[in-house]
């Protein structure tokens, strides 16, 4: 089962950019990846996921400004956050699935200013 940091998330202002990273500590080639974000006082929510075979999936509130992309030579996941939004203010979480293994990194807050 593989560890999972995410790094990327700061503040930036509305119609900003970022890009997350999430590093696994091995191989996730045979993982599914997913992004998650978590508002205060809301539930998780799924926001963007990228199959073993690179099929992606993205929750509608961000099609469009979002990308979900992964580089298994680095054991890395991405998501390039655009046209940010302060609805978008929320901790953002790795997910890594494979048969009954299910990882999630500790977060990276991300934060929209109007």
């Known amino acids: 089962q593989v560890q999972l940091v995410e790094s990327g998330g700061g503040l930036v202002q509305a119609g900003g950019s970022l890009s997350l990273s999430c590093a696994a500590s091995g191989s996730i080639s045979r993982y599914a990846m997913g992004w998650y974000r978590q508002a205060p006082g809301e539930q998780r929510e799924l926001v963007a996921t990228?199959?073993?075979?690179?099929?992606?999936k993205y929750a509608d509130s961000v099609k469009g400004r979002f990308t979900i992309s992964r580089d298994n030579a680095k054991n890395t996941v991405y998501l390039q956050l655009m046209n940010l939004k302060p609805e978008d203010t929320a901790v953002y979480y790795c997910?890594?699935?494979?048969?009954?293994?299910?990882?999630w990194g500790q977060g990276t807050q991300v934060t929209v200013s109007s």
């Open positions: 997910n890594a699935k494979y048969s009954r293994w299910d990882s």
């Open positions: 990228i199959s073993s075979l690179s099929s992606t």
